[in-house]
């Protein structure tokens, strides 16, 4: 059960960092290569993972 609510906060907080991420290169507000986007997206996720976990674990 941990598993599963702390992959859906995952899950549902990385499709929020990609929404915010194509709306800020869409409108050139911050020009990186996609290496670099990647990069954010990838620390973003295993940032959100593990804080979900933690805050989960902690919770129940």
Known sequence: MIKQKGLSYTYGFTLI???????????????????????????????TAFISFVSIVKKY
Not at 20 to 37: H, S
């Open 17 to 47: 960092y990609g929404i915010l991420l194509l709306i800020v290169l869409q409108n050139d507000i911050v020009a990186i290569t996609a290496f670099q986007m990647l990069t954010v997206i990838m620390s973003l996720v295993i940032t």
